[in-house]
């Protein structure tokens, strides 16, 4: 990237709050144009979390924000003055203090990079076993054929983007009842398929309606085979959420639906143990706990 060459790297006043604090990590820069403000706002500093950065500038084009290998864009308000990016705090990255450098192209001069520590603590995650139909540890040639097409087609869809973002105000839960399957579990199948979990579960009795929990363009309405009938929403700024094992669809792809709208209802499809709502958070590649997001404020 251009912006990082010929670069005035400022890096500043930091403070970091403890976690569980809704907010914390805030720098303030001078630059030539005036003040630049960065400030984060998080529901924990730990694995799997989301983290909102906003970033405060005048004189900002265009913003990118370096994290851990990726680069996140930063999506602007109307006015061109308040722009943020949402980044994930990965469940396999070690805890420990990281990096994070805002690269700023103003409208005018030379671009700047903007530098912040995050301090990242580890999370806690349960373990669970779990019986599935053994179509799902063991699938057949033909099974795994169709799996292998699902994935192909999925990395096609997380890889297509929508220009800005397209969410209205916080998230909202999806449905409204009881979490029972936390993000992050470490999961063992029929004592042979280790993964851990890639979202929240939440326990709804069958046919509860599930609503979108922000605006954004439905990119996928499918019947897949781990997940059964799924809804996968795109935001924006490499934000997805995901809805799985619905008994039935109420969406088109393609389409932009508000936040609330009902994208289906509850079920039990693919590999599920019983009626339950299977909610997912993908952004830049990574899933997140899409609790995380709920706690975020946006204007
Ligand atoms: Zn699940």
Redesign the pocket.
């Known amino acids: 990237m251009k912006t990082r060459a010929s670069l005035l790297i400022i890096c500043l006043a930091l403070l970091i709050l403890c976690p569980g604090r809704s907010s914390a990590v805030s720098v303030i820069s001078p630059t030539d144009a005036g003040r630049v403000a960065i400030h984060s706002e998080y529901r924990r500093l730990s694995q799997g979390e989301v983290v909102k950065v906003t970033l405060v500038s005048p004189e900002a084009a265009s913003a990118l924000l370096s994290f851990d290998g990726k680069e996140y864009p930063f999506a602007s308000d109307r006015e061109g003055l308040k722009h943020f990016t949402l980044i994930v705090l990965r469940l396999d990255m070690e805890p420990g203090t990281y990096d994070a450098v805002v690269h700023l192209q103003p409208f005018h001069g030379a671009p700047k990079d903007i530098s912040f520590k995050l301090a990242m603590s580890p999370g806690t995650f349960p373990s669970s076993t779990i019986r599935v139909a053994q179509r799902f540890t063991s699938p057949t040639a033909a099974e795994i054929k169709r799996i292998q097409e699902e994935q192909a087609l999925l990395r096609g869809i997380y890889g297509t983007s929508v220009p800005g973002w397209l969410g209205t105000g916080g998230f909202v839960m999806p449905v409204d009842d009881r979490v029972t399957?936390v993000f992050g579990a470490r999961r063992v199948f029929n004592d042979e398929v280790v993964s851990r979990?890639r979202?929240v579960?939440i326990r709804s009795p069958a046919g509860t309606p599930v609503k979108a929990s922000n605006t954004g363009k439905v990119v996928l309405v499918r019947d897949l085979y781990f997940s059964g009938n799924t809804v996968i929403m795109n935001h924006g700024i490499g934000l997805f959420s995901i809805y799985c094992h619905l008994s039935e669809t109420a969406v088109r792809e393609g389409t932009v639906i508000e936040k609330g709208t009902v994208i289906g209802r509850v079920g039990s499809t693919g590999r599920s143990t019983g009626p339950h709502l299977?909610w997912g958070l993908r952004l830049v590649d990574d899933y997140a706990d899409p609790l995380s997001i709920v706690h975020l404020s946006f204007d």
């Open positions: 399957g979990h979202g579960d299977h």
